[in-house]
């Protein structure tokens, strides 16, 4: 099974871009064969979805409070997607969780069977 690790959060201001980035590894096949979402979940809140992309040159789609600023891209030879996050807000502070699952996975977050362990983001105003 793929493992997923999260990197490049931070402490940023509002208005600032951050790009976040989610490693794959493990004994699996290319996650070009995975469906990938990001997700991300504030203090006493629920695990809300940002963004995803679907397997094999599947569709991207975004949460409306994201689209336009955010984008998500992969790189199926490092095995590695990204999260390219533009004119941060300060509704964006979480924690920001990738996620895979071997099917066409959408927005739920019960449909992905593999998550990493989350990197933070702080957005100051």
């Known amino acids: 099974q793929v493992q997923l690790v999260e990197s490049g959060g931070g402490l940023v201001q509002a208005g600032d871009s951050l790009r976040l980035s989610c490693a794959a590894s493990g004994r699996t096949s290319s996650i070009a064969s995975y469906s990938m979402g990001w997700f991300r979940q504030a203090p006493g809140k629920e695990r809300e979805f940002v963004g995803g992309?679907?397997?094999?040159?599947?569709?991207?789609h975004y949460s409306d409070s994201v689209k336009g600023r955010f984008a998500i891209s992969r790189d199926n030879a490092k095995n590695t997607i990204y999260l390219q996050m533009n004119s941060l807000k300060s509704e964006a502070t979480a924690v920001y969780y990738c996620a895979a699952d071997s099917r066409w996975a959408a927005v739920s977050a019960a449909d992905y069977t593999v998550w990493g362990q989350g990197t933070q983001v702080t957005v100051s105003s």
């Open positions: 992309i679907m397997r094999l040159g599947g569709s991207i």
